[in-house]
């Protein structure tokens, strides 16, 4: 799984940028009523009857991700994807997005059509349209950036800046598996240098390599809530790690968390990993990244719709803001909560 792949194919410069932009264009129509136009002009038009909502993320190789374990196809799926959860976590819809990339000539016409054929499985999935971007050489690693648009009401719109004293805090799905995919694939690497004959047996850590490399965007919740008719207080997307993301919304808030160590969803292989790697769970939840999740607040009035939910755990609740921001343990203790979350600055030292 780690070898590096034939990419001496076809050539890039055999096509040129522009060839390669018609190539692109090809394998994307347009099905979104907003999309006006799409790829081809100096810029793309889109007519949204609501607001527009924009976001835009970038990924650096070596930083972002890792392609000895990161197939193209994937990459290009979880860069749409980490785009359209930005886009969840404002309660919106996403119907656009925009991809630029800059590549080095170590990649052929067959690797970049891997990594598209991942962006395209994204659109399908989420229905949004590919409407433009740029493209550009790299002399080294590889860049890609998304930029996601999507549209939404103004009454249904969360910011992360409303949660009120006593409203209930929710989080969707379960936490720490991305972080513990990481871990058992950066052993595998490691394993593999060593020996390169070695082959993996990933058969057990199926659910969080998958989280890690072909995470999902959490549009069932934006349907669950729309259908439930409850607009959060506040929202945001599980990319830096639980305890991270609740002291953004506290401080956005101006108000405080308790979180219950007991109430963290963990799934069962998720733990059994951090076993394994001695890491402690409730760390791995609240300070592993990319689980993609989406974490809100809500009135307690909404407490019946949501507390037996199988999409979504009620985990704490909102206080004052002189309390602090606490995970309260099985045994009653009080802990800080602290961003320790996943830094990619900090992961070049
Ligand atoms: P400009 O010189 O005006 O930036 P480009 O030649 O970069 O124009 O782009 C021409 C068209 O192709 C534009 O519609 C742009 O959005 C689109 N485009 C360029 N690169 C990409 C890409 N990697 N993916 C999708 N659309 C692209
Ligand atoms: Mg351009």
């Given at each position: 799984?780690f070898?590096?792949?034939?990419?001496?194919?076809?050539?890039?410069?055999?096509?040129?940028?522009f060839?390669?932009?018609?190539?692109?264009?090809?394998?994307?129509?347009?099905?979104q009523?907003?999309?006006i136009?799409?790829?081809?002009?100096?810029a793309?038009?889109?007519?949204?009857?609501?607001?527009?909502?924009?976001?835009t993320?970038?990924?650096?190789?070596?930083?972002?991700?890792?392609?000895?374990y990161?197939?193209?196809?994937?990459?290009?799926?979880?860069?749409?994807?980490?785009n359209?959860?930005?886009?969840?976590a404002?309660?919106?819809?996403?119907?656009?997005?925009?991809?630029?990339i800059?590549?080095?000539?170590r990649?052929?016409?067959?690797?970049?059509?891997?990594l598209?054929?991942g962006?395209?499985l994204?659109?399908k999935?989420?229905?949004?349209?590919l409407?433009?971007?740029?493209t550009?050489?790299?002399?080294?690693?590889?860049?890609?950036?998304v930029?996601?648009?999507?549209?939404?009401?103004?009454?249904?719109?969360?910011?992360?800046?409303?949660?009120?004293?006593?409203?209930?805090?929710?989080?969707?799905?379960?936490?720490?598996g991305?972080?513990m995919?990481?871990?058992?694939?950066e052993?595998?690497?490691?394993?593999?240098?060593?020996?390169?004959?070695?082959?993996?047996?990933?058969?057990?850590?199926?659910?969080?390599?998958?989280?890690?490399?072909?995470?999902?965007?959490?549009?069932?919740?934006?349907?669950?809530?729309?259908?439930?008719?409850?607009?959060?207080?506040?929202?945001?997307?599980?990319?830096?790690?639980?305890?991270?993301?609740?002291?953004?919304?506290?401080?956005?808030?101006?108000?405080?968390?308790?979180?219950?160590?007991d109430?963290?969803?963990?799934?069962?292989?998720?733990?059994?990993?951090c076993?394994?790697?001695?890491?402690n769970?409730?760390t791995?939840?609240?300070?592993?990244?990319?689980?993609?999740?989406?974490?809100?607040?809500?009135?307690?009035?909404?407490?019946?719709a949501?507390k037996?939910?199988?999409?979504?755990?009620?985990i704490?609740?909102?206080s004052?803001?002189?309390?602090?921001?606490?995970?309260?343990t099985?045994l009653?203790?009080?802990?800080?909560?602290?961003?320790?979350?996943?830094?990619?600055?900090?992961?070049?030292?």
């Amino acid at each position: 799984m780690f070898e590096e792949k034939d990419f001496e194919k076809t050539p890039l410069s055999s096509m040129g940028e522009f060839g390669l932009i018609e190539h692109i264009k090809k394998q994307f129509a347009l099905d979104q009523t907003s999309s006006i136009i799409g790829i081809g002009d100096d810029a793309a038009i889109i007519s949204h009857a609501d607001n527009t909502v924009v976001s835009t993320d970038l990924l650096i190789e070596g930083i972002h991700f890792d392609l000895s374990y990161m197939p193209l196809k994937h990459l290009g799926y979880k860069a749409v994807i980490v785009n359209l959860s930005d886009v969840f976590a404002m309660n919106a819809i996403p119907t656009q997005i925009t991809v630029s990339i800059a590549i080095s000539n170590r990649f052929s016409l067959e690797a970049i059509d891997e990594l598209y054929k991942g962006i395209a499985l994204a659109c399908k999935r989420y229905k949004v349209d590919l409407v433009g971007g740029d493209t550009t050489s790299s002399k080294t690693g590889l860049i890609i950036s998304v930029t996601a648009l999507g549209t939404a009401k103004t009454e249904k719109l969360s910011y992360r800046s409303g949660a009120k004293e006593n409203d209930l805090i929710v989080v969707s799905g379960d936490l720490g598996g991305a972080y513990m995919g990481l871990q058992v694939l950066e052993r595998e690497k490691a394993v593999y240098k060593v020996n390169p004959n070695s082959q993996p047996d990933l058969s057990t850590y199926a659910y969080s390599v998958e989280r890690q490399l072909k995470p999902e965007a959490r549009a069932d919740i934006i349907d669950l809530l729309d259908s439930s008719n409850i607009v959060p207080t506040s929202m945001i997307d599980v990319s830096d790690g639980l305890s991270s993301e609740l002291l953004h919304l506290a401080k956005s808030s101006g108000v405080s968390c308790q979180i219950y160590e007991d109430k963290i969803p963990i799934d069962p292989e998720v733990l059994q990993i951090c076993k394994e790697f001695s890491i402690n769970n409730t760390t791995a939840a609240l300070n592993g990244g990319e689980d993609y999740e989406l974490l809100f607040t809500v009135d307690q009035k909404h407490y019946d719709a949501l507390k037996n939910h199988p999409l979504v755990t009620v985990i704490g609740h909102i206080s004052e803001v002189a309390k602090g921001n606490n995970l309260i343990t099985g045994l009653g203790q009080q802990i800080e909560l602290t961003a320790q979350g996943w830094n990619s600055l900090l992961e070049q030292d």
